[in-house]
């Protein structure tokens, strides 16, 4: 099984960026943690604050992987494009967030990507990608 995590903007700064809501550990730490915990998975990691990097590689990946686990980031809540290049693949998307975006501001309440996705988990921490992955066994 081949699965890609996909970061949008602003993911490269965990573990600095307000660590009160995404807590004190960076994403390439946690990747770490990630691939040995689903050894049996193969298990790619991106980041990009470009949003046509983003579709670009959703677009590249999307008809030969098992899965994409998806955290569009801020661009989830703008994004026509990246809404619009998940549901233009075969590969199932699972839409991740590390808060509730449910309990923050009004505008994080509205996902361009959720009505293509599989599914979405948010608000779990860095825990939503082990529950993402999960979801494709």
Sequence with gaps: MKILILNGPNLNLLGKREP????????EDYFEVL????????LEYCQSNVEGEIISKIQEVG??????VLNAAS??????????AVKAIETPVVEVHI??????????HVS??????KGVILGFGLQSYDLAIESFR
Aim: glycine letters at 10%; proline letters at 0%; aromatic letters at 16%.
């Design 63 to 68: 008809f030969s992987y098992d899965g994409i």
């Design 75 to 84: 661009y989830t809540h703008t994004s026509v494009g990246i809404g619009d």
């Design 35 to 42: 691939k040995s915990k689903f050894k049996d998975v193969e």
């Design 99 to 108: 808060s509730n975006t449910h309990k923050r501001e009004d505008f994080r």
């Design 20 to 27: 009160e809501v995404y807590g004190n550990q960076t994403f």
């Design 112 to 117: 361009y990507v959720s009505s293509g996705a």
